[in-house]
């Protein structure tokens, strides 16, 4: 069973934008969220990620969100940019050394 | 610069064949997984280990054995492809009770 979840296989913004990626959990036991970035041919990269204790963290960017009542967390990347355009994994961490990972969201900025 | 290295690229190999898959890591990481990434599917674990010599089983490991001999080096093998096989596969390690995993470049992998 999917423990984390991304229902939106895809996203397209306009450059300037805001782009929000949205991903939701079901184990309230997770204590450290992730966002990756993918492009075609690579692995994934780390790009930002929060602690269960806190409910928001932002680095330049990206800023991700936790609501743990809703077990709900939102990235959002403004302004958006053309090189943001990537497959972006949801994943979340069991004491960090168990990994679950999203569908991911293949995200569009148009120029 | 944090480094995690996939033998190969590319690799077309026939239904039957044993596959092996390699990753090495430079980061002196406890951990080391191997994942599969599919269209729609997301990352799905296939096996992971903590320690030399130690394996656990992921979500999907039928089909696979892995070896980890070195602390650094993490082998995905297949024991005899099938076409389901075909798929992208990742490499990936951390340290133990870190938050943040390393991801290797990938193996596109396709079985005829």
């Known amino acids: 069973d999917q423990q984390v979840k991304q229902n939106s296989p895809s996203l397209s913004v306009q450059e300037g934008r805001i782009s929000i990626l949205n991903c939701d959990y079901t184990n309230s036991m997770f204590d450290y969220f992730l966002w990756y970035k993918k492009y075609p041919a690579e692995g994934p990269t780390f790009l930002i990620s929060?602690?269960?204790?806190?409910d928001k963290n932002e680095d330049g960017r990206f800023t991700v969100f936790l609501n743990k009542s809703a077990k709900h967390l939102s990235l959002h990347i403004v302004p958006s940019q053309p090189g943001d355009s990537a497959v972006y994994f949801c994943?979340?961490?069991?004491?960090?050394?168990?990994?679950?990972f999203g569908t991911g969201t293949s995200l569009t900025v148009i120029p | 610069d944090v480094k995690v290295t996939q033998s190969s690229r590319y690799l077309v190999k026939r239904t039957g064949e044993k596959v092996f898959l390699e990753c090495v890591q430079d980061m002196d990481h406890e951990n080391m997984f191997w994942y599969r990434q599919d269209p729609g599917l997301g990352l799905r674990l296939i096996y992971f280990s903590y320690d030399v010599k130690m394996k656990e089983k992921g979500d999907i490991p039928e089909g696979y054995s892995v070896s980890r001999e070195k602390k650094e080096r993490f082998s995905l093998i297949l024991e005899s492809a099938s076409t389901n096989q075909t798929s992208m596969y990742l490499c990936a390690s951390s340290l133990w009770g870190s938050e943040k995993l390393f991801f290797g470049s990938g193996t596109q992998l396709s079985v005829l």
């Open positions: 929060i602690s269960s204790i806190k």
């Open positions: 994943a979340a961490s069991l004491t960090g050394n168990q990994f679950y």
